[in-house]
């Protein structure tokens, strides 16, 4: 009869600590952001490397340089050999950096822990505003040497006609929170509806107004030659 609750209080002491070493520290979330974030920017990297845009031509900048003495041919391919061998081992070597890098014990743990959170809520994680494809980035060198990734901010958006849909001209293009600092003038143009419709819109709305004037003054004409073939 004592040892049952003893067991079950046992297995709900065990319980939580299980829980407890699944669910990650504000530290190691940290750690798993940085370890990501430098992973990304690796990756960017190594991007431009399979793209063939610096690597390629500095493998070959060894072998289309012109040689100054064309006499000795053979010490000239020595070295060209030896340049170009040297470029291909620079350039396997920064590969390699970025594939130990993913290949890590710890960047294996911190895909493992994303993936098991995706499938325990996978409605869950959310992804950021801010970090969409309009926002693009860029990799930069600080003058210490380190590598950064730079955040180039959102296109701003025109606004747009509320009938046809176009773009306002003579309206800047901002981000929101740049329309909300900016003074009422710069955010319209000097016309009728000039902050939410096109030029054309307002002439077609002003042209439907003195049609519908005048439609209004050809019946009331009508109407009064009627009453006046009528009285006679």
């Given at each position: 009869m004592n040892q049952q609750p003893a067991a079950q209080n046992q297995a709900q002491t065990q319980a939580p600590n299980t829980v407890g070493q699944d669910v990650w520290d504000e530290q190691q979330l940290e750690e798993a952001m940085k370890r990501l974030k430098l992973l990304h920017i690796k990756v960017t990297l190594s991007s431009q490397v399979r793209r063939l845009n610096d690597t390629i031509p500095k493998m070959i900048k060894p072998l289309v340089q012109k040689q100054p003495?064309?006499?000795?041919?053979?010490?000239?391919?020595?070295?060209?050999?030896?340049?170009?061998?040297?470029?291909?081992?620079?350039?396997?070597?920064?590969?390699?950096?970025?594939?130990?890098?993913?290949r890590d014990e710890k960047s294996r743990e911190v895909f493992a822990h994303a993936k098991k959170r995706k499938s325990e809520e996978p409605e869950g994680i959310e992804s950021w505003d801010y970090n969409t494809s309009s926002n693009r980035t860029r990799v930069i060198k600080t003058?210490?040497?380190?590598?950064r990734l730079l955040h180039i901010k959102k296109r701003g958006t025109v606004p747009k006609c509320g009938d046809c849909g176009s773009k306002l001209s003579g309206i800047?293009?901002?981000?929101?929170?740049?329309?909300?600092?900016?003074?009422?003038?710069k955010k319209t143009v000097q016309r009728a509806?000039?902050?939410?419709?096109?030029?054309?819109?307002?002439?077609?709305?002003?042209?439907?107004?003195?049609?519908?004037?005048?439609?209004?003054?050809?019946?009331?004409?009508?109407?009064?030659?009627?009453q006046s073939q009528k009285k006679k």
């Open positions: 003495s064309p006499d000795h041919v053979l010490s000239v391919a020595d070295a060209m050999f030896a340049a170009f061998m040297n470029s291909v081992n620079e350039a396997q070597s920064n590969i390699k950096e970025v594939t130990d890098l993913m003058p210490g040497g380190d590598i800047p293009a901002l981000r929101p929170r740049e329309y909300s600092q900016i003074s009422k003038p509806y000039g902050g939410s419709r096109c030029g054309n819109c307002v002439r077609d709305r002003i042209v439907r107004a003195f049609l519908i004037e005048e439609q209004k003054i050809v019946k009331k004409v009508l109407k009064e030659q009627e």
